[in-house]
């Protein structure tokens, strides 16, 4: 049984969830969530190494500010990848853990979904696009101010705090889904035996 306690996340739900169609997609899920959490961090790195240039004197602030833009689009992007591999596992692993922790950081995960959605698709919120009556600020197409980020009257926290709490939410994830599957394989060698 102490075996099971030296697994990650991705290889407990392969080994515990009963179908394997289910434990496929849970596993493959959850490795995701490593991947975009590392890539996270990476875009956490170049936003602020960008925003350090656009304080610098030089002729290339404003490139630079181009970039952390950019930079922030795809953290965004690593934010909604993780809230999307874990509501799979949420809802193919059958672990009720899993639920709860998603459903408990739903509401900051679908945030930032909608930031990503917005520049996803800038081209609508743009003048005259089919979506500017959506903005409650349609000139908001982009602004900073110091770790917050707003784009249509909406703001995100794009540092390091950010990557805490997404990092806090990841970690408690895969915390409370080691738990209940060492539970859940205690249970069945008991029964087995």
Do not use: C
């Amino acid at each position: 049984m102490d075996f099971y306690k030296h697994l990650d996340a991705s290889t407990l739900l392969h080994w515990t969830v009963e179908d394997n169609v289910s434990a496929m997609r849970s596993s493959l899920a959850m490795s995701r969530i490593h991947n975009y959490l590392t890539g996270a961090r990476s875009q956490m790195q170049r936003i602020w190494v960008e925003l350090e240039r656009v304080r610098g004197v030089g002729d290339d602030w404003s490139a630079a500010l181009r970039q952390a833009f950019v930079d922030i689009h795809f953290y965004f992007v690593a934010w909604d990848a993780i809230g999307k591999m874990m509501h799979v596992v949420a809802n193919s692993s059958g672990f009720d853990s899993a639920r709860r922790v998603y459903k408990r950081h739903r509401k900051t995960i679908e945030a930032y979904r909608s930031a990503r959605h917005h520049l996803e698709h800038f081209d609508e919120r743009l003048p005259g696009g089919r979506k500017v009556g959506e903005l409650s600020i349609p000139g908001d197409l982009a602004n900073l101010s110091g770790s917050k980020y707003s784009f249509g009257g909406e703001t995100w926290d794009i540092g390091p705090a950010s990557l805490e709490k997404l990092t806090a939410i990841v970690e408690e994830f895969e915390r409370e889904i080691r738990e209940e599957g060492i539970e859940r394989h205690r249970l069945k060698f008991n029964s087995d035996t």
